[in-house]
């Protein structure tokens, strides 16, 4: 596995700010200097002028130019600022050394060493120190302990290998004035730390193609090659002012500015998020560098027995070899921890079975080998009756009864089948290479077993089990159809009581499968513009006023036209959707009403369901949405039906007082089909009832209906309560209503539910009663 590694510059990942036309000008005269100086290393023409103008103007011209494009990469910059200006303020000391070291310090009669320059030329180092911690810094945001050990290992191999190989005899310098000799050791020992740097910053970032980091590197690389040839040549004395050996420094000039003229922030900020998101460090390409370092280590170790190399080398080879065994030890257990991590996310908590995630990763392979004649099946499994487990015994029971479904089925499942516990009370079965009669066999085997008693907390308790069944590659070809396929045939199985149901694929076009309806529903919820509502008029039964609309949800399916609620409500009932769906209708029915609203006061009717009635936020939500949309508290009314309330009473009880508080009215619909119990009338929070068409429909012919309606009807007025009657089909029923003491009517024989723009125009001249 390979983490911490972002795309190359360019490549997908965008960038917040690119190189100005300043950077490319500034850029140009570095490159341009360096070209022109480039002609004289190997032969300039004779005199005092050219020599300044090589030595001292060209030369410090590619410094110069460097810096300003360091500078102008800073001011663009974000994660990268303090390296920029790290970098333009080593590249000034260089300057400030050369011209130091040209106009005074060549010009005396005899050079001291050291001199003031050296103070210049070894602050050089210290802001290229700042510059590697500075981008390394903007491209981690959270630190391992495993990129701290890489980029020890790195610093540690990288240092032994220069004391050893390279800087060796500098280091051995101690002959000479105590100044001297520190000058001389400072310069060497600066080089090895910006080496050792240089390959610990790449241990900890790791091998990638980041085009800033690249140059940077080829930059200081340079450089250091520069600084040896040069210890080499000044201690053999034959070093030559502006010669070709110049060209490495200039060269390492040059690349810091093109370093700097293409950092990206995008490409940092992308780096510094894949660094967040790592888990574990593992990979060759994070790994290879210190891996070569230890290795160069070790031949340090075995090639220098017998003092060959310096103590120093020594020393900081073993200091690597130790550093890479305390970094083979958190890589074990940095993917120890990984795999625990990984398993854990496939694994369900309570019942310690594979997960959603590992039954869809395992479907995955199953299917990629799956064919007609060795095919394969998923059993979709629902606890009937675990409900009630936990209301009457409490959700620690209901766990236990969980705990208990994977040991008892255990030994109905070969060891190639992946039993699995999807969420709830469902669970799945996947069958590889199991044909539909074995897969359906298996099935029976296994409700056989679950409709056997369990025993939770000394209480013998009995459950059933609807099991759906599906095979692949046919009828489902991929992992969602399998499920989808599944889910249709339990809930078959779960409706007709039959236990077991194999799918059966729909001739029509399978348009009923609810599976599909919920994700089809959830999208237009997503994406808006499917969902609208229709209205239907509420009329006063005593002088025809239109006295409130109610709101009814529609479905302006993009294939399957105009779906009524009947379609709509289960399936977002069965996917968690109701109180997503309720807002939306909320807010439709509130963007109508607003419409008509400054010139008629019809309130407008939506519909709760019980979820939005134990709703704590129900109240402030409501509250908002008419400021919104500019409304009174009086323009809307919420229905709800009575048996909403039963499951949470008191709560219910308290978030329908709040909305009263606000002003809006309650309404109590389908009343007469519920509980209907007078005590829990008493205490409900309501201002109207609405009588359900049951009770409403023969009332002209029946005279125990009428009966009921008429004491109905007195019960509410006694309370306070309007009485709506839902159901009006015709003008006779409407009378009959009338005379009862009914005082709002609603149904066929004042309008149909029909779109906003219809029920606007609708107001303007509505019609009087008549039969549809």
């Given at each position: 596995?390979?983490?911490?590694?972002?795309?190359?510059?360019?490549?997908?990942?965008?960038?917040?700010?690119?190189?100005?036309?300043?950077?490319?000008?500034?850029?140009?005269?570095?490159?341009?200097?360096?070209?022109?100086?480039?002609?004289?290393?190997?032969g300039?023409?004779?005199?005092?002028?050219?020599?300044v103008?090589?030595?001292?103007?060209?030369?410090?011209?590619?410094?110069?130019?460097?810096?300003?494009?360091?500078?102008?990469?800073?001011?663009?910059?974000?994660?990268?600022?303090?390296?920029?200006w790290?970098?333009?303020?080593?590249?000034?000391?260089?300057?400030?050394?050369?011209?130091?070291?040209?106009?005074?310090?060549?010009?005396?009669?005899?050079?001291?060493?050291?001199?003031?320059?050296?103070?210049?030329y070894?602050?050089?180092?210290?802001?290229?120190?700042?510059?590697?911690?500075?981008?390394?810094?903007?491209?981690?945001?959270?630190?391992?302990?495993?990129?701290?050990?890489?980029?020890?290992?790195?610093?540690?191999?990288?240092?032994?290998?220069?004391?050893?190989?390279?800087?060796?005899?500098?280091?051995?310098?101690?002959?000479?004035?105590?100044?001297a000799?520190?000058?001389?050791?400072?310069?060497?020992?600066?080089?090895?730390?910006?080496?050792?740097?240089?390959?610990?910053?790449?241990a900890?970032?790791?091998?990638?193609?980041?085009?800033?980091?690249?140059?940077?590197?080829?930059?200081?690389?340079?450089?250091?090659?520069?600084?040896?040839?040069?210890?080499d040549?000044?201690?053999?004395?034959?070093?030559?002012?502006?010669?070709?050996?110049?060209?490495?420094?200039?060269v390492?000039?040059?690349?810091?500015?093109?370093?700097?003229?293409?950092?990206?922030?995008?490409?940092?900020?992308?780096?510094?998020?894949?660094?967040?998101?790592?888990?574990?460090?593992?990979?060759?390409?994070?790994?290879?560098?210190?891996?070569?370092?230890?290795?160069?280590s070790?031949?340090?170790?075995?090639?220098?027995?017998?003092?060959r190399?310096?103590?120093?080398?020594?020393?900081?080879?073993?200091?690597?070899?130790?550093?890479?065994?305390?970094?083979?030890?958190?890589?074990?257990?940095?993917v120890?921890?990984?795999?625990?991590?990984?398993?854990?996310?496939?694994?369900?908590?309570?019942?310690?079975?594979?997960?959603?995630?590992?039954?869809?990763?395992?479907?995955?392979?199953?299917?990629?080998?799956?064919?007609?004649?060795?095919?394969?099946?998923?059993?979709?499994?629902?606890?009937?009756?675990?409900?009630?487990?936990?209301?009457?015994l409490?959700h620690?029971a209901?766990?236990?009864?969980?705990?208990?479904?994977?040991?008892?089925?255990?030994?109905?499942?070969?060891?190639?089948?992946?039993?699995?516990?999807?969420?709830?009370?469902?669970?799945?079965?996947?069958?590889?290479?199991?044909?539909?009669?074995?897969?359906?066999?298996?099935a029976?085997?296994?409700?056989?077993?679950?409709?056997?008693?369990?025993?939770?907390?000394g209480?013998?308790?009995?459950?059933?089990?609807?099991?759906?069944?599906?095979?692949?590659?046919?009828?489902?070809?991929?992992v969602?159809?399998?499920?989808?396929?599944?889910?249709?045939?339990?809930y078959?199985?779960?409706?007709?009581?039959e236990?077991?149901?194999?799918?059966?694929?729909?001739?029509?076009?399978?348009t009923?499968?609810?599976?599909?309806?919920?994700?089809?529903?959830?999208?237009?919820?997503?994406?808006?513009?499917?969902?609208?509502?229709?209205l239907?008029?509420?009329?006063?039964?005593?002088?025809?006023?239109?006295?409130?609309?109610?709101?009814?949800?529609?479905?302006?399916?993009?294939?399957?036209?105009?779906?009524?609620?009947?379609?709509?409500?289960?399936?977002?009932?069965?996917?968690?959707?109701?109180?997503?769906?309720?807002?939306?209708?909320?807010?439709?029915?509130?963007?109508?009403?607003a419409?008509?609203?400054?010139?008629?006061?019809?309130?407008?009717?939506?519909?709760?369901?019980?979820?939005?009635?134990?709703?704590l936020?129900?109240?402030?939500?409501?509250?908002?949405?008419?400021?919104r949309?500019?409304?009174?508290?009086?323009?809307?009314?919420?229905?709800?039906?009575?048996?909403?309330?039963?499951?949470?009473p008191?709560?219910?009880?308290?978030?329908?007082?709040?909305?009263?508080?606000?002003?809006v009215?309650?309404?109590?619909?389908?009343?007469?089909t519920?509980?209907?119990?007078?005590?829990?009338?008493?205490?409900?929070?309501?201002d109207?009832?609405?009588?359900?068409?049951?009770?409403?429909?023969?009332?002209?012919?029946?005279?125990?209906a009428?009966?009921?309606?008429r004491?109905?009807?007195?019960?509410?007025?006694?309370?306070?309560?309007?009485?709506?009657?839902?159901?009006?089909?015709?003008?006779?029923?409407?009378?009959?209503?009338?005379?009862?003491?009914?005082?709002?009517?609603?149904?066929?024989?004042?309008?149909?539910?029909?779109?906003?723009?219809?029920?606007?125009?609708?107001?303007?001249?509505?019609?009087?009663?008549?039969?549809?």
């Open positions: 596995m390979e983490t911490g590694t972002v795309p190359a510059e360019g490549a997908g990942v965008p960038s917040t700010a690119r190189a100005t036309a300043p950077s490319r000008h500034a850029l140009a005269l570095t490159l341009a200097a360096l070209a022109v100086f480039a002609t004289g290393a190997w300039r023409p004779d005199g005092e002028g050219w020599a103008a090589y030595d001292l103007v060209l030369y410090n011209a590619v410094y110069v130019g460097a810096a300003l494009v360091c500078a102008l990469a800073a001011l663009r910059a974000e994660g990268d600022r303090l390296a920029w790290s970098m333009t303020v080593a590249l000034l000391l260089g300057v400030a050394g050369n011209l130091v070291y040209s106009l005074v310090v060549a010009r005396m009669a005899e050079e001291p060493f050291p001199s003031i320059a050296d103070a210049f070894l602050g050089f180092y210290v802001p290229l120190y700042v510059t590697l911690v500075g981008l390394i810094r903007a491209r981690v945001a959270r630190f391992h302990a495993s990129m701290w050990l890489d980029g020890v290992v790195g610093a540690l191999g990288a240092g032994a290998v220069a004391v050893a190989v390279l800087l060796g005899p500098a280091l051995e310098v101690t002959e000479g004035h105590l100044a000799v520190l000058t001389s050791l400072a310069y060497p020992i600066a080089d090895v730390v910006l080496l050792a740097l240089l390959v610990g910053v790449g900890i970032l790791g091998v990638r193609r980041d085009r800033t980091l690249l140059l940077l590197g080829a930059g200081i690389v340079a450089q250091l090659v520069g600084d040896i040839v040069f210890l040549l000044a201690t053999a004395g034959v070093y030559v002012e502006g010669g070709p050996l110049d060209l490495t420094w200039l390492a000039m040059a690349s810091f500015a093109l370093a700097a003229h293409h950092s990206d922030p995008g490409a940092v900020q992308a780096s510094a998020d894949a660094g967040a998101r790592a888990a574990t460090r593992v990979g060759w390409r994070v790994l290879a560098l210190p891996l070569t370092c230890n290795l160069a070790l031949v340090i170790l075995a090639a220098g027995y017998g003092d190399f310096s103590a120093a080398a020594a020393w900081l080879a073993v200091g690597c070899v130790v550093a890479a065994l305390a970094r083979t030890a958190i890589t074990f257990r940095e120890r921890a990984f795999n625990e991590v990984r398993e854990q996310a496939r694994t369900d908590e309570l019942t310690g079975l594979p997960n959603r995630r590992a039954l869809i990763d395992e479907a995955r392979r199953m299917l990629a080998t799956a064919t007609a004649r060795h095919p394969a099946a998923l059993l979709l499994l629902d606890l009937d009756g675990f409900k009630e487990v936990n209301d009457s409490g620690h209901g766990d236990s009864l969980l705990g208990q479904v994977g040991p008892r089925l255990r030994g109905a499942l070969r060891t190639s089948d992946t039993l699995a516990r999807l969420g709830g009370d469902e669970f799945a079965v996947l069958l590889p290479d199991a044909a539909l009669d074995v897969a359906q066999a298996r029976e085997q296994i409700r056989e077993l679950l409709l056997q008693p369990f025993t939770v907390e209480t013998r308790l009995h459950v059933g089990v609807s099991i759906g069944v599906a095979t692949a590659p046919v009828p489902a070809a991929t969602q159809e399998l499920l989808r396929c599944a889910d249709v045939a339990m078959a199985a779960k409706a007709s009581r236990g077991v149901r194999v799918y059966v694929p729909d001739p029509h076009g399978g009923g499968d609810r599976l599909h309806t919920m994700e089809e529903l959830r999208t237009a919820l997503d994406e808006g513009g499917q969902l609208l509502v229709h239907q008029p509420q009329v006063d039964l005593e002088d025809g006023r239109v006295v409130g609309a109610e709101a009814l949800v529609r479905w302006q399916h993009p294939t399957r036209g105009l779906l009524s609620p009947a379609d709509l409500l289960p399936a977002a009932e069965q996917a968690g959707l109701l109180r997503p769906l309720a807002d939306t209708v909320l807010e439709l029915s509130l963007t109508a009403a419409r008509w609203w400054p010139e008629r006061r019809v309130p407008v009717s939506v519909n709760l369901s019980a979820a939005d009635v134990t709703d936020d129900l109240p402030t939500k409501v509250a908002r949405a008419l400021d949309h500019g409304l009174p508290a009086a323009a809307l009314t919420l229905e709800l039906v009575e048996d909403t309330l039963m499951a949470d008191e709560r219910g009880r308290a978030v329908l007082g709040q909305l009263r508080r606000l002003g009215r309650t309404s109590i619909d389908d009343y007469g519920g509980y209907s119990s007078l005590a829990y009338l008493r205490h409900l929070p309501a109207e009832l609405k009588l359900d068409r049951s009770l409403t429909l023969d009332v002209g012919r029946d005279p125990r009428a009966a009921i309606v004491h109905t009807v007195a019960l509410a007025h006694d309370l306070g309560l309007t009485l709506v009657a839902e159901g009006v089909e015709d003008v006779d029923t409407a009378a009959v209503l009338a005379r009862l003491g009914c005082d709002t009517a609603q149904g066929h024989a004042i309008a149909r539910p029909m779109p906003v723009e219809a029920f606007v125009d609708w107001l303007q001249t509505p019609a009087p009663l008549s039969n549809p």
